[in-house]
């Protein structure tokens, strides 16, 4: 019994783990339907790509519990039999989701059919911006967008310098939809105008082929960016080969389009292409061999040179890899839904009564939602669309194979290492091998064939005063146009510098505003305008300016009047210097003149110091200097003394004796810089007094304003504009054309100024500066430039050679030879009062050796006062006895007395007679004599 349950339960688990295999062995079916036109290029390539891809994939991941099962259709490259492949994927074959179509526009329709029946739909090769997620919420982009080139035509028509770039495209979904982002990103980068544009369709004839290159030969653009389907680009080659237009000087740049299919093209060499940049793995080089064997065995009849794994065939391959992973990803439940389309109201070929799809939504969410490492890179579907890193720069070399030259990225631009920015601009690329094997950039111009002369307009009937400025004379009798002048010649000379040949030719304008001329420029009576015009806002928003060739900005002229009668007043004196100075001098009179009393106060008694009695005054002391033995001035004196001293080197009258060094030094510093002050105050007082003080009328722009003066401008200028905009009335503004006009209105006051611009106001004033002078600067125009319409390459191409000709010193030389050393209207102004800076550095020296001298003499005195103290201790010992009382000595004597006596003519004087005992003995038998200090020696 125990047998037959063991070997019950043996063969309970041997079956179990039979359905175990039974059913992972049996993963779930996901169908999925793929659009193609099978004969064509990218046909060929999906049909080998995508098995192999999905092939690939379950043997990575041999556990899959879903399998795509590819349900292929050609659709021939026709719209109609795209729609109607899809719609029998989506309602007889039960399809979840469609990769293709392969065409943009094949994927435009069956995209919207997708997004009514909400069954996703995924592209590999369909790169036109014409068809994106935006317009169809379940169509996904497994490949690059056209779109995403046109900045990287741009950074090569500014590297290059390309400023005209003609693109030849198909006239198509595919082509027509480019030329718009490629136009913004030229005029964004300010790189190239797009002056003509080559639409071909894709049934175009031979004969058409070939009159539309003649054309594009015969004119002066050399840089063509082809965007067309691989057939087409084909015979446009062929076509411009024939006509000679792959030769040297020519510059041709493919799309990615072309360049993913370089096999099937067969471009010329020289020929610049745009790719994906696919980083290079062991992994991509194991496809790409597998790849290029398997194609071989699929398509043995195509030529070997379409083995090539371009980008259609990578972006195809992880297309296949996404669709696959997003399968894996869905539910049980949304696997076991049934497929196709639900709740449908019409017939399986009724559009509008199409169902939906089940399991459509987390389908597309799943694939969205995919990531992974693929053959080109990192997988990321951002907003339906695949992120493209960079782009590789590819050289067409002359046995078709391609040659990398650098990468452009949106972060860095144009770089000749992926990732990383270059260090100079011209190293950003690589060496290229351009068309007829030059290694010379080609410009992009040439003199063309049938083009007619650009037509430069000149101002007519320019005064005589400003000839040297412009001017234009016509033969009367042979009708030639002769131009001159500064501006013509600036002009002829940043033409000659061009790198290519501009032919032009004058024409005369009648005598007009040039606001007018602008407009005749922008509407395309004259091609240019070169004339002495302003750079302005306003005209800006019209034309084209080159950089000024000449700086320029808005003043004013006006007459001189003397001031001097009846502005003299009591304080006149003063005027001189400035009530800075004033202070700052007095402050030094009295600084010098303290240091020197400091100095010599102690040992000059004309300073201050005691009087010794000498024998000429003994005897004749008097009741007011009877304190001692020597005299002293009192302080009120001293401080006289002091203030008259400093004051008196202003004329140079001191009288006292100095008997320092250091006074000396502080004195002879002082008298030097006195006498500088003193010469100036009289020089700047004799000016006053009679140079002429010429003041303008009207000091500035707004007392022109406030004031009831006419004011003048110049005809055809935009200044009387400018003036009526600033608030200034219109009947106040008067419009003159010749200089002497202007000064014969100014001087008989029938206006008050004059408003114009400074090279003008350079050219009066050199010949009425007596009269007249400029006030009033103001920086308010952008200089004189040229005119051209609006988007003109001679506009960036010009600046470039204005500013050669200012950094050689060629335009000074133009202007020096027009117009002379060109100085501002001298100035008749005199010179304003003196202030202290003008003097700076002369009270610092006097103050810095005052200041020194006087710190030299508080040191030497500190140590002599040191030195003296012990001596006068020691003296003062022996002498106290003697200052008391005045002792004399009296033979036989006993006794003492006291006595007064009077001195002749000195007052009273009290003597005292001490005994003898108390009289000390004397060397000699002699008396000693000790006046107290209340006493005087007599």
């Not at 997004?115 to 739909?121: F, I, N, R, Y």
């Not at 027509?176 to 071909?200: G, K």
């Not at 001189?576 to 202070?583: G, K, N, Q, T």
Request: hydrophobic residues 40%; aromatic residues 10%.
């Amino acid at each position: 019994m125990t047998g037959d349950v063991r070997l019950l339960l043996l063969l309970v688990g041997f079956a179990a783990c039979l359905l175990a295999t039974s059913s992972r062995a049996q993963p779930t079916e996901a169908k999925v339907g793929l659009i193609i036109d099978a004969d064509s290029p990218v046909g060929k390539i999906a049909t080998t790509t995508i098995p192999m891809a999905l092939e690939d994939f379950y043997a990575a991941f041999p556990n899959s519990t879903a399998r795509v099962n590819i349900l292929q259709h050609d659709s021939g490259g026709d719209v109609v039999a795209a729609a109607s492949a899809a719609l029998q994927l989506m309602t007889s074959q039960g399809a979840r989701a469609i990769l293709g179509p392969q065409s943009s526009v094949e994927s435009a329709f069956v995209a919207g059919l997708a997004t009514q029946a909400e069954l996703p739909v995924v592209s590999f090769s369909s790169t036109s911006p014409s068809v994106s997620p935006a317009t169809a919420r379940f169509f996904s982009r497994a490949a690059q967008s056209d779109a995403a080139q046109a900045g990287t035509v741009a950074a090569l028509a500014t590297l290059f310098g390309w400023r005209r770039v003609v693109p030849i495209y198909q006239d198509d979904d595919y082509g027509a939809a480019f030329v718009p982002f490629l136009v913004d990103a030229l005029a964004s980068a300010r790189a190239a105008e797009v002056p003509y544009r080559c639409a071909l369709p894709a049934d175009t004839s031979p004969d058409a082929l070939a009159a539309e290159m003649y054309r594009m030969e015969s004119e002066q653009t050399r840089v063509f960016v082809l965007h067309a389907r691989a057939a087409l680009a084909r015979r446009v080659f062929a076509a411009a080969e024939e006509a000679g237009m792959t030769g040297e000087g020519y510059v041709w740049v493919i799309t990615q389009g072309i360049t993913g299919l370089l096999g099937s093209v067969q471009p010329p060499q020289g020929v610049i292409g745009l790719a994906p940049y696919v980083p290079t793995t062991p992994r991509l080089r194991d496809v790409k061999k597998r790849w290029a064997q398997r194609y071989i065995r699929d398509h043995p009849d195509d030529d070997l040179s379409h083995a090539v794994l371009g980008c259609y065939a990578v972006w195809a391959y992880d297309a296949a890899w996404a669709m696959a992973s997003a399968a894996e990803r869905l539910s049980a439940a949304d696997l076991s839904t049934q497929p196709g389309l639900v709740n449908g109201a019409g017939g399986p070929t009724d559009i509008s009564g199409l169902g939906k799809s089940a399991s459509g939504e987390n389908f597309l969410q799943a694939i969205n939602d995919t990531k992974f490492e693929g053959l080109g890179g990192r997988f990321d579907l951002v907003d339906g669309e695949l992120v493209v890193p960079a782009y590789r720069v590819l050289n067409i070399m002359d046995d078709g194979k391609e040659r990398g030259v650098g990468f452009w990225s949106p972060a860095y631009g144009l770089t000749r290492h992926v990732g990383r920015r270059s260090d100079k601009p011209d190293g950003a690329l690589a060496p290229v091998i351009w068309p007829g094997e030059s290694t010379v950039r080609p410009s992009g111009w040439v003199q063309p064939t049938n083009a007619r002369k650009l037509r430069v307009a000149v101002p007519g009937n320019v005064s005589d005063s400003y000839r040297s400025i412009l001017h234009l004379e016509v033969d009367s009798v042979t009708n030639q146009t002769t131009a001159g002048g500064f501006v013509i010649e600036v002009f002829e000379a940043a033409v000659r510098l061009l790198p290519y040949a501009l032919p032009f030719e004058y024409v005369k304008a009648e005598s007009q505003p040039y606001d007018n001329l602008i407009l005749g420029v922008e509407n395309g009576t004259f091609d240019a305008a070169v004339a002495d015009m302003t750079i302005t806002a306003d005209r800006a928003a019209h034309v084209d300016f080159t950089l000024p060739y000449m700086s320029s900005d808005i003043a004013m002229v006006v007459p001189l009047r003397d001031q001097r009668g009846g502005n003299f007043t009591w304080f006149f004196f003063l005027k001189p210097l400035s009530s800075d100075l004033w202070l700052v001098s007095a402050a030094f009179f009295l600084f010098t003149g303290f240091v020197v009393w400091a100095i010599e106060h102690r040992d000059n008694g004309e300073f201050g110091a005691e009087v010794e009695i000498t024998p000429s005054n003994k005897g004749k002391l008097t009741p007011t200097n009877q304190a001692g033995t020597k005299g002293k001035l009192t302080p009120s004196n001293q401080v006289g003394t002091l203030v008259y001293f400093g004051f008196s080197t202003l004329v140079f009258s001191h009288r006292e004796k100095l008997t320092s060094n250091l006074s000396r030094l502080v004195v002879v510093i002082w008298v030097f810089v006195v006498l500088i002050l003193q010469s100036s105050y009289t020089a700047s007082l004799t000016s006053m007094l009679t140079v002429p003080r010429v003041e303008p009328t009207i000091a500035d722009y707004l007392a022109l304003l406030r004031g009831t003066e006419k004011v003048g401008v110049m005809n055809n200028s935009f200044t009387g504009e400018a003036l009526t905009r600033s608030g200034f009335p219109q009947a106040r503004i008067m419009r003159y054309s010749t200089a002497r006009s202007f000064q014969e209105a100014l001087l008989n006051k029938s206006i008050g100024a004059v408003v114009n611009e400074t090279p003008y106001f350079n050219i009066f004033l050199k010949t009425y500066s007596d009269n007249f002078t400029m006030t009033d600067q103001r920086n308010m125009t952008g200089g004189l430039g040229f005119a051209f319409p609006k988007g003109s390459p001679y506009v960036t191409d010009l600046s470039r050679a204005i500013m050669n000709l200012t950094e050689s010193d060629e335009i000074n030389k133009i202007q020096r030879k027009w117009f002379g050393d060109l100085k501002d209207g001298d100035s008749q102004f005199t010179s304003g009062s003196l202030n202290f800076k003008s003097f700076g550095s002369l009270f610092l020296l006097t103050g810095v050796t005052s200041l020194v001298c006087c710190v030299v003499h508080l040191i030497f005195n500190f140590y002599a006062d040191n030195r003296r103290q012990p001596a006068q201790q020691i003296t003062s010992r022996h002498s106290s006895r003697r200052e008391a009382h005045c002792v004399i000595e009296m033979a036989g004597s006993q006794h003492s007395a006291s006595s007064s006596y009077t001195s002749e003519g000195s007052g009273s004087m009290e003597m005292v007679i001490l005994p003898s005992d108390e009289i000390e003995p004397f060397t000699g038998g002699q008396r000693e004599e000790a006046v107290s200090p209340t006493h005087q020696r007599a």
